[in-house]
T-cell receptor
Framework: EPEVTQTPSHQVTQMGQEVILRCVPI?????FYWYRQILGQKVEFLVS????????KSEIFDDQFSVERPDGSNFTLKIRSTKLEDSAMYFC???????????FGSGTRLTVV | EDQVTQSPEALRLQEGESSSLNCSYT??????LFWYRQDPGKGPEFLFT???AGEEKEKERLKATLTKKESFLHITAPKPEDSATYLC??????????FGAGTTVTVRA
């Protein structure tokens, strides 16, 4: 069964450092997403990406965040200057239609120290 | 105000003891309602999508139903391997998912 692959599975970074989280969505999917889940809290939407541009973003997704699809297969989330409160599980998801069939990756646990 | 509310927060069941989880939503314009299973430290695993009131979907011991403002996930004769957090998410007039807080189900042998 097709999978969404995320790397790394766990990243520890110092406050103020830049991190890049990587995702390989399912190959024929057209809609790409990042969500995050702070420990013990709900899964929260960050950003959606379609046709090589951001289609929607949440209030969490401020100027410190950016997304890119550099080569037609990878989808990345960059956090420019990490804060302690960025510590969370970050999930990448993809969908063929944007309406159903959302498939999530297994996540990257980001720990900011 | 929360758009998606799940209840109960936690459910402890004996193996074989059937039960139901509830997901209610407050905003109109539903595109789809989704159920996911999440194991600790893992990503949400897709279970079902429901689109319209009256729709039902089944998979093994799980059955999801949808009414106009809520959905139920019925677990029939659960086994210990059904222990997980079950997440409900809805898509409204956009292309993102809004998640509930989840129901953590523990099934004891």
């Amino acid at each position: 069964e097709p999978e969404v692959t995320q790397t790394p599975s766990h990243q520890v970074t110092q406050m103020g450092q830049e991190v890049i989280l990587r995702c390989v969505p399912i190959s024929n999917h057209l809609y790409f997403y990042w969500y995050r889940q702070i420990l013990g809290q709900k899964v929260e939407f960050l950003v959606s990406f379609y046709n090589n541009e951001i289609s929607e973003k949440s209030e969490i997704f401020d100027d410190q965040f950016s997304v890119e699809r550099p080569d037609g297969s990878n989808f990345t989330l960059k956090i420019r200057s990490t804060k302690l409160e960025d510590s969370a599980m970050y999930f990448c998801a993809s969908s063929w239609t944007g309406v159903d069939g959302y498939t999530f990756g297994s996540g990257t646990r980001l720990t900011v120290v | 105000e929360d758009q998606v509310t799940q209840s109960p927060e936690a459910l402890r069941l004996q193996e074989g003891e059937s039960s139901s989880l509830n997901c209610s939503y407050t905003v109109s314009g539903l595109r789809g309602l989704f159920w996911y299973r999440q194991d600790p430290g893992k990503g949400p695993e897709f279970l079902f999508t429901l689109y319209s009131a009256g729709e039902e979907k089944e998979k093994e011991r799980l059955k999801a139903t949808l009414t106009k403002k809520e959905s139920f996930l019925h677990i029939t004769a659960p086994k210990p391997e059904d222990s997980a957090t079950y997440l409900c998410a809805v898509s409204f007039n956009d292309y993102k998912l809004s998640f509930g807080a989840g129901t953590t189900v523990t099934v004891r042998a």
